[in-house]
Antibody
């Protein structure tokens, strides 16, 4: 079955950098686009970034453009999110998710999430 | 950016009753609309995609309808496990956007 396991979340100071990982298994990772979605405490879902199956295209939310970088290592079945210049409003649970089976950018599988807390 | 608006924010329903949740897009998204269910402490779960197609394993009491800018998620007879927050999401254009959610609570 599809498994997505995020890691790397922790408490970090404002302005610092952090890299999240998402280990994928149970499906052909190299053929799926992948996404990051976050959820601030007590708030709704916010899409963050997406990357094509081969890394050839990337998309970002305006709120993270220029600060966050999504990447993937298809040899390791792993998705990454590098976050720079972190701000208090980046505090959230970060979910990795897989795009839909028919190629649409809905999200048909989700990890359990990893919590990033940005504090001064 | 396509703004997604969900209403009501909270819906109080008794078990066994029908629930109807609405989602409106600020511009047409055709049928590229998904619905998710999220329970406390859990990741979201895909319920509906393509506005009306149930995801694998989703009970048939869940149904989606609509196209363009107006969408509806209906739950025909609420079970105890259906009390949760529901989100709509458009995937017609970038950036992908979610609605603010509708909390379905026990009346």
């Amino acid at each position: 079955q599809v498994q997505l396991v995020e890691s790397g979340g922790r408490v970090i100071q404002t302005g610092r950098s952090l890299k999240l990982s998402c280990a994928a298994s149970g499906f052909p990772f190299t053929t799926y686009g992948m996404h990051w979605v976050r959820q601030a405490p007590g708030k709704g879902l916010e899409w963050v970034a997406a990357i094509w199956y081969d890394g050839g295209k990337k998309f970002y939310a305006d709120s993270v453009e220029g600060r966050f970088t999504v990447s993937r290592d298809n040899s390791k079945n792993t998705l990454y999110l590098e976050m720079n210049s972190l701000r208090a409003d980046d505090t959230a649970v970060y979910y990795c998710s897989r795009r839909g089976g028919d190629g649409g950018s809905y999200l048909d599988s989700w990890g359990q999430g990893t919590l990033v807390t940005v504090s001064s | 950016e396509t703004v997604m608006t969900q209403f009501p924010a909270t819906l109080s329903v008794s078990p066994g009753e029908r629930a109807t949740l609405s989602c409106r897009a600020s511009q047409s998204v055709s049928s590229t609309l998904a619905w998710y269910q999220q329970k406390p402490g859990q990741a979201p779960r895909l319920l509906i995609y393509g506005a009306s197609t149930r995801a694998t394993g989703v009970p048939d009491r869940f149904s989606g309808s609509g196209s363009g800018t107006e969408f509806t998620l209906s739950i025909s007879s609420l079970q105890s496990e259906d009390f949760a927050v529901y989100y709509c999401q458009q995937y017609d254009n970038w950036p992908l956007t979610f609605g603010g959610g509708t909390k379905v609570e026990i009346q």
